[in-house]
């Protein structure tokens, strides 16, 4: 790495790395741990952190294997220990993961994920009565701990105890009947035993806590289909496969309903995807077969017939629908053979049935392989209640209680922005300016790239030679436009602090620069959230932020992003009037800007104004915000 990194010390370089986690750079978090571990190899944190980062880049051995480093320079830190656990989890070694979970236990006893973890690693590990008997434990601790109680259910199905396994779950949902995942295993037990309505109660319940489990959609589909709710069966298959478009069982159900009730050539659509998926699929190839032939392509349904009975050469059905599709084509030789060979199997007894119409209770297994069974409703062979691990890693790191977030600041950039919103380029005047001063091309973008390895070290030799170059100059004009050269650059690879300081620099020397001030006060306002996240009081660098902003406005009053960036900050410490206030104004300045709309609504949200909150989100949407659709569709049921 550059000469300006190895001087900075590795707090500082861990502190950053830590940032740029929080903001989902992995990538860019790596290269900071890197240099850190490099600086001081005997330090765990960088070790355990780089861990993190791997593990959301899904390289579950590399952060094992960090995970492992960091152990043998502290070998006392519980979250290395439940981190390599999960690590291990993904990778199916469930024992060592029980083992870190045992000693995280040993300096933590009270910690009640890293009982409900090792319990779920038993179960995997299929070590059942010691898992009854931790969750005993487990329930002597917390009596009202319902996930427990699902775990031992969990353990009774896996023992095919299926009267037990209730019993634990109608105790989990008495405690919380909130949980969707308890719910649906509760159906899966009433799937199982045909009670279709108690099944469907079930999932309505699931499917109203999970409302995007493409599964549960799957599953009702089939309570409703038995008890000869078409309609309702198939709206559940367009829902699955609308959250879950390569649903193997959501398309071939849905072909065999369609085909039921003579949507053929729909029907084929499904059976085209589902051959995709699986090309050598018997049952499904001589469904589609039927459909062509259906629908008058009789070489289509040839061609179809013909492979099946390639692989299976005693199916008499293929045989005798074969045979009347050469009659239709005038082959009569190829229709005689086929009927030969048909009327040879009956004279030895062997008869073939004319399959029946499909019926409520006719349902195969996926593995099952019989074609008799061509036209029945596939379930998967085991229909297994999802293990949820009690994971602190999983999903966004900064959003574990925020469900819905502000577009973010704008920012400069050397980076292109790349908006699914905006289709043309952001512009300022003051912006194009200084890309004419600098020589370089200057973007505005409220979108942070995730930078790969390769860019990430041509922004540190790039920060390394203007540093050489500021060093090194006599003009001070020079010097201060390769000042404001780093700061950006700073900027891109998230050293805020860094960053900050150069353009507090640059201030002295311009204290009018509207960009110094718009980005200073972007980066501080980056620090903050990720200080916010850690604890720490952020109130006066808050008011810093704020200062800059209305700097800047007083300098430039017209310009449309420190209008809704300054929105963005009242938003943040909730002064939502004056957001609304600050977006509005963006908005007459530039009525195309869906990032104000977006953020308007929800602030109109927020302040109980939920009509105006959904126009703002519809606006937003019209433009491009596409994710406004979902926060509309949540709020209008509220």
Not at 55 to 71: F, I, R, T, W
Not at 219 to 229: D, E, F, G
Not at 436 to 464: E, K
Not at 542 to 569: E, P
Request: hydrophobic share 35%; charged share 25%.
């Amino acid at each position: 790495m550059g000469s300006t990194f190895a001087q900075l010390n590795t707090d500082r370089l861990i502190t950053i790395g830590r940032s740029a986690l929080y903001y989902e750079d992995y990538v860019l978090s790596i290269q900071y741990f890197n240099q850190a571990i490099t600086a001081k190899p005997y330090l765990y944190e960088p070790w355990f952190f780089r861990a993190v980062a791997k593990y959301y880049l899904d390289d579950y051995a590399g952060a094992e294997s960090d995970c492992s480093e960091a152990l043998q320079r502290n070998p006392y830190v519980v979250s290395i220990y439940e981190l390599r656990g999960l690590t291990r989890i993904q990778l199916k070694k469930y024992e060592p993961a029980i083992a870190d979970y045992s000693r995280a236990l040993k300096y933590d006893p009270e910690n009640r994920n890293l009982w409900h973890n090792r319990v779920l690693c038993r179960i995997q590990a299929e070590q059942y009565p010691e898992a009854l008997a931790e969750l005993d434990t487990m329930l002597t601790r917390w009596s009202t701990y319902a996930r427990a109680y699902s775990m031992r259910a969990d353990i009774y199905m896996q023992q095919k105890d299926t009267t037990m396994a209730l019993q634990a779950l109608q105790q989990s949902i008495d405690i919380d009947p909130y949980d969707g995942q308890t719910w649906a295993a509760r159906s899966v037990i009433s799937l199982a035993r045909e009670q279709w309505s108690e099944a469907e109660d079930a999932l309505d319940h699931a499917i109203h806590l999970m409302p995007k489990h493409g599964g549960c959609y799957i599953n009702r589909a089939l309570a409703r289909y038995n008890q000869n709710n078409l309609r309702g069966a198939m709206a559940d298959y367009d829902t699955a496969l609308d959250l879950e478009p390569n649903n193997f069982l959501g398309h071939y159900n849905r072909g065999l309903l369609r085909a039921q009730v003579g949507d053929d050539n729909r029907a084929i659509t499904d059976f085209d995807f589902v051959l995709r998926l699986e090309p050598d699929n018997m049952l499904a190839l001589f469904n589609r077969a039927v459909l062509l032939d259906k629908t008058g392509d009789l070489r289509g349904a040839i061609r179809d017939y013909s492979k099946v009975i390639n692989e299976f050469p005693n199916f008499w059905t293929g045989l005798q629908y074969r045979a009347a599709c050469y009659r239709r084509l005038g082959m009569t030789k190829q229709a005689e053979r086929d009927e030969f060979t048909v009327y040879k199997a009956q004279l030895y007894k062997h008869l073939f049935g004319t399959q029946p119409r499909l019926k409520p209770n006719q349902i195969r297994k996926r593995s099952d392989e019989d074609l008799d069974k061509y036209n029945q409703l596939v379930v998967e062979d085991e229909q297994d209640s999802e293990l949820e691990y009690q994971n602190e890693y999983r999903g966004r790191v900064q959003n574990h209680k925020v469900d819905v977030e502000l577009q973010p600041m704008f920012a400069l950039t050397f980076e292109p922005a790349h908006s699914e919103v905006r289709s043309n380029v952001t512009f300022d005047r003051g912006v194009e300016a200084l890309s004419r001063q600098l020589h370089t091309r200057v973007y505005i973008s409220n979108v942070h790239a995730s930078l790969g390895t390769t860019v990430t070290d041509t922004y540190f030799h790039y920060i390394d030679s203007l540093s050489k170059g500021i060093s090194q100059s006599r003009v001070t004009a020079d010097a201060t436009q390769q000042l404001l050269l780093r700061a950006i650059a700073y900027s891109v690879i998230q050293d805020y602090e860094s960053a900050i300081d150069d353009l507090s620099t640059y201030l002295l020397i311009d204290s009018t620069s509207v960009v110094a001030l718009w980005q200073r006060a972007v980066c501080q306002s980056r620090i903050n959230q990720f200080q916010a996240s850690e604890g720490t009081n952020i109130e006066l660098k808050t008011a810093n932020v704020l200062a800059d902003l209305n700097h800047a406005l007083a300098i430039d009053g017209q310009n449309v992003y420190l209008l809704y960036n300054r929105g963005n900050l009242y938003a943040m410490r909730k002064e939502y009037e004056r957001a609304v206030a600050d977006y509005t104004a963006a908005l007459q300045l530039d009525p195309a800007m869906a990032e104000a709309y977006y953020n308007r609504g929800l602030c109109h949200i927020y302040m109980q104004q939920t009509a105006e909150g959904i126009a703002d989100l519809s606006k937003a949407g019209e433009l491009g915000l596409y994710t406004a659709y979902s926060i509309i569709k949540r709020y209008r049921k509220t």
